[in-house]
């Protein structure tokens, strides 16, 4: 595995990320998405409109960075398990550590910050509708790293697994915005995803390729 640290140059570039992708996301939670326009957040951020589209191709993309880090999380830790571990398998410990550590991108977490950061993603259309690019981008990744060799069912396996994390964090998302808490729905949240990736399991482990390694099930 590489240890290469980022450049300079990359970690200016990250940071401006971070900052013109915070500035807007402050404005969209102060004013609504709708009614903050592009020029408004090239202004926040001190840049020009021109500069913040090559950064960010579309105006949805600057509340969506927080997910860009996320976008291949999946095919890394099934890159990165353990020898005799299987990709179900440490996908769903990865959740369940995830669940503990109160992760925002598995739906529990009741930090006010972060709920209104979702309340701003889920509830506007726009946002929603450009989220399925960046899991579109996330089963790819996935599914070469599940088995590069066999595309279509890795494809299949893989579109499956981020439906099913999609649909735990939503549950987790609505209960928390309804009024729970995270420590409240935190042991059904864990009940669900040992049901799901059991169901993952018994559906896609007939279908796993005969090389050990790549297999999708246990």
Known sequence: MSTRKPSLRERKKQQTYEAVSE??????????????SVAEVAAAADISKPTLFRYFPAKE???LHRFADHEDESARVVAGRPEGTTPLEALRLHHLDG???????????DVPEVLAYHRLLYGTPSLVA??????GRSEAALARALD?????????????????LRILAMENWRRID???????VHDDAVAAAHVAFRQLEDGLLGA???????????
């Open 178 to 184: 309804a009024g729970e808490t995270a420590g409240q």
């Open 130 to 135: 450009r989220m399925y690019a960046y899991q």
């Open 148 to 164: 590069p060799g066999s595309p279509l069912p890795a494809q299949l396996a893989a579109g499956q697994i981020i439906a099913v």
């Open 99 to 109: 669940l503990d550590r109160r992760d925002p991108v598995t739906g529990l977490c």
């Open 23 to 36: 500035a807007a996301i402050t404005l969209f939670l102060e004013r609504g998405f709708d009614q903050v």
């Open 61 to 63: 993309d600057l509340v």
């Open 208 to 218: 796993a390729p005969a090389d050990g390694r790549g297999r999708t099930g246990g």
